[in-house]
């Protein structure tokens, strides 16, 4: 550039010349151009004037003669000097002391208008040379603020300069215009791949977009303090940048993480998302709602094609299940960690429900993050839909589940091995009840461990957590009808649909020659046969959770006993049917309600159905009596009707009575068989 400057030194030279001369003669012309203003402004407030054809010099003299002598050479001088001082300041951006000129140049013509130190027509010239000046500084800062190379500290200037002048709206404006300008340009070097971490796209373009925001916030609180309109239009600019950033975030890492069901990368970043915004919260700007607006349907979208995994995976193990209860295998997550003193504590469970926990225990440690910043809201309700699709599974290996067509509804095409013996069956069982009453529950517990939180929250979550037990064991319940159900129509009809249980062979004891043999009817034989052989099964399987295999069998035998209790054919005819209730019919009938209470009690007879015994009872007495006979007359003692009993159930459970054949009468269970029968006997003649 030297050697440039040196070969054409000449033609600088004289190029500078002519700029010189060219810049007197604009001076002269303003000046022609100022004199010519004050006198149609003269001519407009009336003013005299004596003539309009002297020159420049001598209207100036005309008009400085008719000032009080009061200083005027140093306020004209001043004046002449003004125009060339501001264009060198203006020139060489020396912006505050341009500002402190023009300042100044208010000033002294205000005070030239009060005391009449210069002519109406100087003042008017100088006014429009400060508006213009102002006007050519404004747009220079403005220039100036739009620079890509303008670091922070000019931009700050330059808008203070701006808000100096008088144009605060545009010098924020401006402001942020840079801030957008420069995020801009620092985000086209962040390119989304194919192949790279979505986490990380996430991170770096947060990176920019908030520290942009940031800076905004300082630079606008540095210049224009906390003024409400200047506030507003800020807090309404880094919505702006805070959407456009969720949208692109969206686009190229949620949207696949949703699509794909990953879910643990969908988490990730949108907890690096929030995370960066959170910085701005200690500035007095939160824009969290923003992004969570824009986040939740791909959150969404990603927790339901997880739990969608998890049930086809799920569903598709069990086409191939054998229903035996195994400890975890390789390669599926385990309960515990695996030890010789903690091999107890691992669930033992199916290949399909080892399949379904482990997903389950993923997908809660997948959707942590989510929980704390509110965004799980629906993966409880949806753990709770796909756990009840796997129990409408375990429901269809059931056997006569094929039959059900309510069971059925929902499952599709999928297909289900069944379960066809009864330690198959309770297999089923134990999957779902271990699954509501342990497994899930205790992941959720540790979830929600991981996300705190205090005082009327802390009741609140209290509340739905016990909700969601109840929902996954109304589920199980669902499971164990169907499973009782189908054991108890097993039972009471033949496979031809003829009924095991009809009045038919009460009514017909009482019209046959033969002495009868006494013992409790075939049917509650069954029913006590199945349910000491399922008691046994299930004491193996229900290891710790023996309430639970109680409670199926007092269920099982509720079911039978409850259909007996509502089938309107028995009654009707025991009740108003051609033939009556006879002695022996009514005899029969006694024993076998003795009889379950008897091997029901305290194993397989809960209170309640114990209620619905006597109520049956009662109304076959009911029914005797109406024939005109008393019911205490024709029925044996209630010690027979307990040694017939206890013969049977000895027989049946292969456990012998007492030595000698003999009842033991002192035993604690022949004391509470006599007060079953009596209470059974004074509640049907009360």
């Not at 606008?220 to 600019?237: C, K, N, R």
């Not at 129509?489 to 019209?511: E, K």
């Amino acid at each position: 550039m030297r050697r440039s400057v040196y070969a054409n030194y000449a033609a600088f030279i004289r190029t500078s010349k002519e700029i010189s001369d060219l810049e007197g003669e604009l001076l002269s012309v303003r000046n022609l151009l100022s004199t010519q203003s004050a006198l149609i402004h003269g001519l407009s407030e009336g003013v005299q004037i004596d003539s309009l054809s002297t020159g420049l010099e001598g209207s100036a003299e005309q008009d400085i003669s008719t000032v009080e002598d009061q200083e005027p050479s140093e306020i004209w001088k001043w004046y002449t000097d003004f125009p060339d001082m501001l264009d060198v300041l203006l020139a060489e951006r020396r912006v505050d002391e341009a500002l402190d000129a023009l300042d100044e140049a208010e000033q002294i013509a205000a005070d030239a208008k009060q005391k009449g130190t210069l002519s109406m027509a100087d003042i008017l010239a100088l006014k429009r040379a400060i508006s213009e000046n102002r006007q050519k500084l404004a747009d220079q800062l403005a220039e100036a603020a739009c620079q890509s190379s303008t670091c922070g500290v000019e931009l700050r200037a330059a808008a203070s300069a701006l808000k100096r002048l008088g144009d605060g709206p545009r010098a924020h404006s401006l402001l942020l215009s840079a801030h957008n300008q420069r995020l801009q340009l620092n985000m086209q070097t962040i390119q989304p791949s194919s192949t790279s971490y979505g986490g990380a796209y996430t991170a770096s373009l947060a990176q920019q977009v908030f520290r942009v925001i940031a800076q905004a916030l300082s630079d606008s609180a540095e210049v224009f303090g906390d003024e409400p309109a200047y506030m507003s239009e800020l807090v309404t600019w880094a919505t702006k940048q805070a959407m456009s950033f969720s949208l692109l975030v969206k686009r190229h890492a949620l949207a696949s993480c949703a699509a794909g069901g990953g879910l643990r990368a969908a988490a990730e970043c949108v907890k690096i998302a929030l995370g960066y915004s959170e910085l701005l919260v200690a500035r007095g700007l939160s824009l969290s709602a923003v992004l969570m607006k824009q986040f939740r349907p791909s959150v969404d979208q990603a927790l339901d094609s997880n739990l969608r995994r998890i049930e086809e995976s799920t569903a598709a193990l069990a086409a191939a299940d054998d229903w035996v209860l195994t400890y975890p295998p390789t390669g599926i997550r385990p309960f515990a960690r695996s030890s010789a003193g903690s091999l107890a504590l691992q669930p033992k469970l199916s290949s399909s429900a080892h399949r379904f926990n482990s997903m389950v225990q993923d997908f809660f440690e997948d959707v942590g993050p989510l929980v704390s910043l509110q965004l799980g809201g629906s993966a409880m309700d949806g753990l709770l839909k796909i756990f009840d699709s796997y129990v409408n599974l375990l429901i269809s290996a059931l056997p006569g589940s094929v039959d059900d067509e309510v069971n059925l509804e929902g499952l599709g095409n999928k297909i289900v091995r069944m379960a066809e013996t009864e330690e198959e069956q309770l297999a089923l069982l134990a999957n779902a009840s271990l699954l509501a009453e342990e497994l899930l529950p205790r992941a959720a517990m540790k979830l929600y461990s991981m996300n705190p939180v205090r005082g009327p929250d802390r009741q609140n979550r209290v509340a739905e957590q016990r909700e969601w037990k109840r929902k996954l064991h109304r589920t199980v319940d669902k499971l164990r009808d169907s499973f009782c159900r189908q054991h108890a129509l097993d039972l009471i009809f033949t496979d031809d649909g003829d009924s095991h249980l009809s009045a038919d062979m009460y009514i017909n004891m009482d019209n046959t020659v033969e002495d009868p043999e006494w013992v409790p009817s075939l049917i509650f034989q069954e029913l006590y046969g199945k349910l000491n052989k399922m008691a046994s099964i299930a004491a193996d399987i229900f290891v710790g959770r023996e309430r639970f295999a109680t409670l199926l069998m007092m269920r099982l035998t509720e079911t039978v006993m409850l259909w007996l209790s509502e089938d309107q054919s028995f009654w009707e005819e025991i009740e108003e049917g051609p033939r009556a209730l006879g002695p022996l019919g009514l005899q029969q009938f006694y024993l076998d309600m003795q009889f379950v209470i008897l091997f029901g009690q305290g194993r397989f007879l809960s209170r309640h159905v114990h209620q619905v015994i006597l109520n049956i009872i009662d109304r076959a007495m009911a029914a005797f009596s109406a024939t005109g006979m008393d019911p205490d007359r024709v029925l044996p003692s209630d010690d027979w009707f307990i040694d017939v009993a206890q013969e049977t159930i000895s027989r049946i459970s292969g456990k012998p009575r007492v030595a000698n054949g003999e009842r033991e009468v002192n035993s604690p269970t022949a004391s509470v068989s006599a007060q079953s029968v009596s209470s059974a006997r004074s509640h049907s003649s009360s």
